[in-house]
């Protein structure tokens, strides 16, 4: 299972969010790049990067911290918030991104993200499932739309994609441990997907937990932020 750090970005800062609540943010570091080399320098390969003023504001914002990091560091990053044009997309991969995650023009605009499965590959395309009771949140969480979440995964995988993201918001930044139930549901439904679990993640059981249910991916956030696994903890997963 891959374990995949996350940096989230507010006015070029690394921050996090409670339960997506942007009233509800604390500032971790001044500057993302020196985060993203620790992860690198512990020997983690892979790193969740997370525009939320982009995702606020409906285009991608913070591009020098993107460039920063992909600049400077080896890691494989996935990079989501805002993305909705096609300038947008291929810039970011011009930048040096691996994959980009796409949630709200997703709901808004599946034939534009139809598109770019066929243009760019599935294999670069990670559809960001960020649920609330079952139900898929747009624009940076601050919408919750009436697409269950069952449904909208059946369209995507329907046309090819591979690899979803999903949020539990509810258990985001929470530390109370990840929604397995939910995460176990969408593998035995979607047995050809690759499924990313993301929200809750408090400690390395939980990473054990996902990883025995088949999770092919987990991202860790405010659990290393605030000490609960230590970066040489997350670096051992296997």
């Known amino acids: 299972m891959r374990i995949i750090p996350a940096i989230d970005i507010i006015d070029g800062k690394c921050v996090r969010l409670t339960q997506g609540d942007y009233a509800q943010k604390k500032i971790y570091n001044e500057n993302p790049l020196d985060v993203a080399k620790a992860f690198e320098d512990a020997g983690i390969h892979y790193l969740h990067l997370v525009d939320l003023d982009g995702a606020k504001a409906g285009k991608v914002t913070n591009w020098k911290v993107v460039e920063s990091i992909t600049s400077n560091t080896k890691l494989n990053v996935d990079f989501g918030g805002g993305i909705k044009t096609d300038v947008e997309i291929q810039h970011l991969f011009d930048l040096g991104i691996t994959q980009v995650n796409i949630g709200s023009l997703a709901v808004r605009d599946a ?119 230590t970066l040489t903890e997350l670096s051992h997963v296997n």
């Open 111 to 229: 034939e534009k993200v139809y598109d770019w499965i066929s243009h760019f590959g599935a294999e670069k395309i990670i559809l960001s499932a960020d649920v609330k009771n079952e139900a898929v949140a747009i624009s940076g969480w601050t919408e919750t739309s009436a697409i269950a979440v069952f449904d909208f995964i059946r369209a995507y995988a329907s046309r090819g994609i591979e690899f979803i993201t999903c949020t539990d918001i509810s258990t985001d930044g929470m530390l109370s441990g990840p929604n397995i139930k939910l995460y176990q549901k969408l593998i035995n439904s979607f047995p050809e997907i690759k499924l990313i679990a993301s929200g809750g993640v408090s400690s390395i059981g939980d990473l054990q937990s996902l990883k025995e249910i088949g999770a092919e991916g987990a991202i860790v956030g405010k659990a290393f932020y605030e000490g609960k696994i």
